[in-house]
T-cell receptor, first 114, second 115 residues
Framework: NAGVTQTPKFQVLKTGQSMTLQCAQDMNHNSMYWYRQDPGMGLRLIYY???????DKGEVPNGYNVSRLNKREFSLRLESAAPSQTSVYFC?????????????FGPGTRLTVT | AQSVTQLDSQVPVFEEAPVELRCNYS??????LFWYVQYPNQGLQLLLK??????LVKGINGFEAEFNKSQTSFHLRKPSVHISDTAEYFCAVSGPIQGAQKLVFGQGTRLTINP
């Protein structure tokens, strides 16, 4: 049981390049999330998917797109990377458990945009 | 809208000393409250959560937190810390939304344990 996995672990992009961050979970969870973590700002929600086939914007969606490929996989795409998108990106998944959700996090992708 | 404020960005303590990490929240609806821990270069791991019921919540690794509705606080405590507790700690609040749990995180508190 791997939990939540993310690829790649590290990535360096030049401004204007595109890339897709991959996330998969093997816990049969309905909901999945993408966050970014910046120093002194905690984690901020970029996009989420309440269930397969649905996606919604979070707090900081500009410059990103997402795809819920199936129940297991939720990808995050940067179409034209900018230095402001240098961050650590975390994927998470959740399911109702004892009357509430609990989110499980992946190990993160450290992205640098030069 | 919900928000979380962690009152200390860094907390240095000596090993075996007690520690309290402070968290205040604001919300117009009933909330669920969480503490997560992030060890260096790792993802987040749930320490404990408050859903309802007893206001004193016990978590993993000897941590506990107390929900205080009147003061809108959810402070994290441990009576005796170890070097291995060195990590960043995040307080988070959520209310159910559209079938998913939208977590709002505080800025984080870096706990450093000195020998």
């Amino acid at each position: 049981n791997a939990g939540v996995t993310q690829t790649p672990k590290f990535q360096v992009l030049k401004t204007g390049q595109s890339m897709t961050l991959q996330c998969a979970q093997d816990m049969n969870h309905n909901s999945m999330y993408w966050y970014r973590q910046d120093p002194g700002m905690g984690l901020r929600l970029i996009y989420y998917s309440a269930s397969e086939g649905t996606t919604d914007k979070g707090e900081v969606p500009n410059g990103y797109n997402v795809s819920r490929l199936n129940k297991r996989e939720f990808s995050l795409r940067l179409e034209s990377a900018a230095p402001s998108q240098t961050s650590v990106y975390f994927c998470a998944s959740s399911e109702w458990l004892a009357g509430s959700y609990e989110q499980y996090f992946g190990p993160g992708t450290r992205l640098t945009v030069t | 809208a919900q928000s979380v404020t962690q009152l200390d960005s860094q907390v240095p303590v000596f090993e075996e000393a007690p520690v309290e990490l402070r968290c205040n929240y604001s919300s117009s609806v009933s909330v669920y409250l969480f503490w997560y821990v992030q060890y260096p270069n790792q993802g987040l791991q749930l320490l404990l959560k408050y859903l309802s019921g007893s206001t004193l919540v016990k978590g993993i690794n000897g941590f506990e937190a107390e929900f205080n509705k009147s003061q809108t606080s959810f402070h994290l405590r441990k009576p005796s810390v170890h070097i291995s507790d060195t990590a960043e700690y995040f307080c988070a609040v959520s209310g159910p939304i559209q079938g998913a749990q939208k977590l709002v995180f505080g800025q984080g508190t870096r706990l450093t344990i000195n020998p």
